[in-house]
């Protein structure tokens, strides 16, 4: 059933939704076979997720660093997000959050610095010197924790398909029936075991949504 309310959380926390995801992704026909596969998770929760998933498809697991680009005064809101792969930027704004809040062009200028340096920051961090990884004619599988407006995921498709994989599939263990739907026709495939008629949040889905550290996603990146 895909109504939380009286049901309560699907999944554990981000390890029982990844193992989740692992089971039907491994049984999707793009994957099938010896096709190289590459995952890349969205840190930071995206990349716990992720972690068996590629052990799954017995395949390498990378970060695609993503930063949301929130509304100055109202961060949880995203007038858009920008990514990273191989050392190019993506940015893609979100035109319907733009014309509602009419935010200055220097304030957006402002916002987006910031979050690429953080970005930079991180991509450093979680990656230590290792050289980003070769996606060009591989299935790009991008996976996060869970898909609310989707513009994170957004910024980080961008940054992938410049790469030019062979294909590329978005795997999230819970989303937003709307976002999933408009995603889908955007990849190769989309595999999401819950939209939830009642979506309020990616956290809904999670007894346990405590955020993740840094550490832990160098951790998980380590093993793979």
């Not at 995206?46 to 929130?70: I, S």
């Not at 809101?77 to 191989?86: D, I, K, T």
């Not at 991509?123 to 996606?135: I, S």
Request: hydrophobic fraction near 45%; charged fraction near 25%; charge should be neutral.
């Amino acid at each position: 059933m895909d109504a939380f309310g009286g049901q309560g959380p699907r999944y554990h926390d981000r390890q029982h939704a990844g193992r989740v995801l692992a089971d039907l992704v491994t049984e999707h026909p793009l994957l099938a076979g010896d096709r190289a596969s590459i995952v890349l998770g969205l840190p930071r929760g995206g990349v716990v997720v992720a972690a068996p998933v590629a052990e799954a498809l017995h395949c390498p697991l990378d970060a695609v660093v993503v930063r949301k680009l929130g509304v100055p005064g109202r961060p949880e809101l995203a007038m858009g997000a920008v990514a990273a792969v191989a050392g190019r930027l993506e940015v893609v704004w979100n035109p319907v959050v733009l014309a509602g809040t009419r935010v200055p062009d220097a304030e957006l200028d402002a916002v987006l610095r910031r979050e690429v340096a953080e970005l930079r920051r991180r991509d450093e961090a979680y990656r230590g010197g290792r050289p980003p990884p070769v996606l060009e004619g591989a299935v790009a599988v991008l996976v996060d924790d869970g898909l609310a407006t989707g513009a994170t995921m957004r910024a980080a498709l961008a940054a992938v398909r410049r790469q030019r994989p062979a294909d590329i599939v978005i795997a999230v263990p819970v989303g937003a029936p709307e976002t999933c739907r408009a995603l889908a026709r955007e990849v190769d495939a989309l595999v999401c075991p819950s939209t939830p008629r009642t979506f309020h949040a990616v956290g809904q889905a999670y007894a346990d949504f405590t955020p993740t550290s840094d550490a832990e996603v160098r951790d998980a990146l380590r093993t793979r």
